[in-house]
Nanobody
């Protein structure tokens, strides 16, 4: 089992920055990759960024050039640096981990472990 706890959300003005953190504990060795998802009211949950065990990354088109995902050397901390935030970035952001990264990560059921989320609100 893996436990994930997010932090770093808050209220920020458009154009500002936030850094989200996700602390992982438990059976870390069972994790292949990790990612950040977000869900805004009335919208589907979407994959924002993901990183594999080898360091390969993926970003949704909507955040490319603005967000950066990273993982520390111990693979216990997942970060999402969010720059040039826009009002449309407002959402609950969730940290997730997968036993095996496949194309299923583009669906939320492609992840095996989830945090409770941290709220990001970007004012216009």
């Amino acid at each position: 089992q893996v436990q994930l706890v997010e932090s770093g959300g808050g209220l920020v003005q458009a154009g500002g920055s936030l850094r989200l953190s996700c602390a992982a504990s438990g059976s870390i060795s069972s994790i292949d990759g990790m990612g950040w998802y977000r869900q805004a009211p009335g919208k589907e949950r979407e994959l924002v960024a993901a990183i594999g065990s080898g360091g390969a990354t993926y970003y949704a088109d909507s955040v490319k050039g603005r967000f950066t995902i990273s993982r520390d050397n111990t693979k216990t901390i997942l970060l999402l640096q969010m720059n040039n935030l826009k009002p449309e970035d407002t959402a609950m952001y969730y940290c997730a981990a997968a036993k095996a990264i496949t194309t299923a990560i583009f669906r939320s059921d492609g992840m095996d472990y989830w945090g409770k989320g941290t709220l990001v609100t970007v004012s216009s």
